[in-house]
């Protein structure tokens, strides 16, 4: 085998353990999808307690921290995306104090949803057109 099949073999094994982690976690699913997302330590805690919250193992939660955090990132969009891929037939409602500020999360899902990395983790997940 030659240098660069080697090179595309690894690559080729690197994807899939990055997949496979991605479906079960909810961190490894966002940073799967967002490979240039600027995160601090808060963040994989964070997305660690979003992660149990989605297992079951949190049955209620509130987060409560300063604006520009990146909260509604994990809770409003990557959240509900990982929940569908893992559960298609899930029922998710995103609430907001107002319908624009849903409408807008809702969109972001439906984003996350549409591109090929999420559909390399959940194939199963498709939007009804």
Same mark, same amino acid.
Request: net charge positive; proline share 5%.
């Given at each position: 085998?030659? /240098?660069?099949?080697? #090179? &595309?073999?690894?690559?080729?094994?690197?994807?899939?353990l990055c997949?496979?982690?991605? /479906?079960?976690?909810?961190?490894?699913?966002? /940073?799967?999808?967002?490979?240039?997302?600027?995160?601090?330590?808060?963040?994989?805690?964070?997305?660690?307690i979003l992660?149990?919250?989605?297992?079951?193992?949190?049955?209620?939660?509130? #987060?409560?921290?300063?604006?520009?955090?990146?909260?509604? !990132?994990?809770?409003?969009?990557?959240?509900?995306?990982?929940? @569908?891929?893992?559960? *298609?037939? @899930?029922? #998710?409602?995103?609430?907001?104090?107002?319908?624009? /500020?849903?409408?807008?999360?809702?969109?972001? #899902?439906?984003?996350?949803?549409?591109? *090929?990395?999420?559909?390399?983790?959940?194939?199963? !997940?498709?939007?009804? &057109?």
């Amino acid at each position: 085998m030659s /240098k660069a099949e080697d #090179v &595309e073999l690894l690559a080729h094994y690197t994807e899939l353990l990055c997949i496979s982690k991605a /479906k079960e976690h909810l961190w490894d699913f966002t /940073k799967y999808n967002f490979e240039d997302l600027d995160t601090t330590r808060f963040h994989k805690n964070y997305y660690e307690i979003l992660d149990a919250f989605a297992k079951g193992k949190i049955k209620r939660l509130m #987060v409560s921290m300063p604006p520009q955090h990146g909260k509604s !990132t994990g809770s409003s969009e990557m959240l509900p995306a990982y929940l @569908l891929g893992r559960n *298609p037939n @899930l029922k #998710v409602a995103i609430i907001s104090y107002s319908a624009s /500020k849903a409408r807008k999360f809702g969109r972001k #899902v439906q984003a996350i949803i549409n591109e *090929p990395k999420y559909f390399n983790v959940f194939p199963d !997940t498709i939007l009804n &057109e």
